[in-house]
């Protein structure tokens, strides 16, 4: 199974900051990559699939990018509803893992 | 509109059975794959089975490979998990997913609520 490595597993961030969080693949996945954002006791929701595409109904201030084995989503101003749970997930092969999780949280 | 709804989860010992249920509406279910994912209290998330839209592969995580079983019948819009042989590392919220378009395999657009399945003596 191709392993997925997320950095940080928390930050601490004010509204307004510009965050980033990687995700790393243990092989090439090419552009089959995407980012969940999970609020608490909530379903996660599709933000960005196939690495840099937007998904409908989700706010241009988020961003990915990335190729191969190294991925990164941006979010360039955050705002108060941002403070989630952000998930990246491999779709190269099956399963589709997923990475570990990164906590953003209000500074 | 877009629904899924799981059903089905509870209480159960280890070593006992529970049988999932995902009924869609608001798309073309027959025409989708889906995915379960589950996601242990205060963990992340994990795969754990998807089917093709009719039927006839599955896949399944190792960790439940040989105990769960997949299966839908599209003339009822309905996904179904038989799981057996349960343990208490399987106590989580388990999601119905599909994905975000027919030929699109893996990207997961749209999830269910999800049931929370205990497994505890």
């Known amino acids: 199974d191709i392993q997925m490595t997320q950095s940080p597993s928390s930050l601490s961030a004010s509204v307004g900051d510009r965050v980033t969080i990687t995700c790393r693949a243990s092989q090439s996945i090419r552009s089959y990559l995407n980012w969940y954002q999970q609020k608490p006791g909530k379903a996660p929701k599709l933000l960005i699939y196939t690495a840099s595409s937007l998904q409908s109904g989700v706010p241009p201030r988020f961003s990915g990018s990335g190729s191969g084995t190294d991925f990164t989503l941006t979010i360039s101003s955050l705002q108060p509803e941002d403070f989630a749970t952000y998930y990246c997930?491999?779709?190269?092969?099956?399963?589709?893992?997923f990475g570990q999780g990164t906590k953003v949280e209000m500074k | 509109e877009v629904q899924l709804v799981e059903s089905g989860g509870g209480l159960v010992q280890p070593g006992g059975s529970l049988r999932l249920s995902c009924s869609a509406s608001g798309f073309t279910f027959r025409n989708y794959a889906i995915h379960w994912v589950r996601q242990a209290p205060g963990k992340g998330l994990e795969f754990v089975s998807c089917?093709?839209?009719?039927?006839?592969?599955?896949f399944y995580a190792d960790y439940v490979k040989g105990r769960f079983t997949i299966s839908r019948d599209n003339s009822k819009n309905t996904l179904y998990l038989h799981m057996s042989s349960l343990r208490i590392e399987d106590t989580a919220m388990y999601y119905c997913v599909k994905d975000l378009e027919p030929a699109v395999f893996g990207v997961l657009d749209y999830w269910g609520q999800g049931t929370l399945v205990t497994v505890s003596s």
């Open positions: 089917i093709s839209s009719n039927g006839g592969s599955t």
């Open positions: 997930q491999q779709c190269h092969s099956t399963p589709g893992t």
